[in-house]
C-alpha cells in the first residue's frame, strides 16, 4: 500500500512539473509572436503578370531565403531594417530584379503587410554608354559650337574687308590731291580712263550675277537631292527599329537595338525619341538603359 501511494504522488509531481514547461512554452511562443510582424505579397513581371521560379531574399539574422514557383512569398520578421530582394535568373544570368527596403519598428508594427514586388530587366552599363547617354542628352552642342566658331571667322573676315577698303579709299583720296595741280588734258584722260575701267566693270558685272545665280541653283539642287536620300534612309531605319521590336516580342533594350543597327548611339536615341513622339514606342528608363516598348496600335 505505502508504495502505491509513493508511486502515486511521484507521477503526479511529474504531471504538475510537465504542465509548468509546457505552459511556459506557450507564454513565450505567444509573446514572441506578438512582437513578429509578417511580410508577404505577389511578385510580377514588367508586363504585370505573375512572376514565376524566383528566387526572394531577405537579409534578416539569419538570412532567409525561398525559391517561390507561385510568384508569392511571406516572411516573418521581428523589430528591425532590412532588405528585400527578388531575383529572375536564367542559368546563372541575372535578367530581371526587384528590390525594397522594409522598417520594422519597435512595438509600433505588428501582423501582416502585403508589399508586392515588380520584377525590371536587368541592363548592362559601362563607361561608353554614359558618354552616349550625355550625348544623347545634348545632341546640339557640337552644331551649336561649330556655329558660333563660324559666325565669330566671318565677323573677322567682314573686319579686315572693310580695313582694306577704307585704307584704299584714303590712298585714293591723297593721290586724288597730289595730281590736283597737274594739267586738265591729264585730269580729262584719267577721268575717260576710269570712265572706259566703269563700263568694263558694269558689262562684267552681269555675267558674274548670272554664273552666281547658276552656281547657288546647282547647289540647292544638289542640297535638296541629298536631303531627299537622308530622309530615305531615316525611314528605312525607322522601320528596322519597329521590326526589331516585333521579332523579340514587342520589347528590346536600346543596347540590343544598336547591335542590330550599325548607327551611332546618338543617332539611335534620336530616331527612339521620333517614334516615341509619333505614338508608335514607349519608353522606360532603367539605370542608364532605356527599354522600348512596341505600342500595340
Sequence with gaps: MEETEIKEKTSNKKNIVLNILIFSVLLLLIASSAEAAIIKGDIFDYSLKKASDIVVEIDSSPKQTMVSKDGSYLFTLSPGNYNLIASKKSGSELIAQAEEKIEIKQESESGEFVIDLILFPVVETNPENSELDFQTTNPL?????????????L???IIIVCMIFLAYYANRVLSSNKHSDKPKKNHESKKSKKHSKKER???????????????????????????????EIRVTDLEKILEILKKNDGRATQKEIRKEIPLSEAKISLMITDLEAKGKIRKIKKGRGNIIILNHI
Design 141 to 153: 552642342n557640337g552644331d551649336a559650337e561649330n556655329f558660333n566658331t563660324f559666325y565669330i571667322i
Design 155 to 157: 565677323l573677322g573676315l
Design 201 to 231: 566693270l558694269s558689262n562684267a558685272t552681269p555675267k558674274k550675277d548670272n554664273e552666281k545665280a547658276e552656281e547657288t541653283k546647282e547647289e540647292e539642287e544638289i542640297t535638296k537631292e541629298e536631303q531627299e536620300a537622308k530622309h
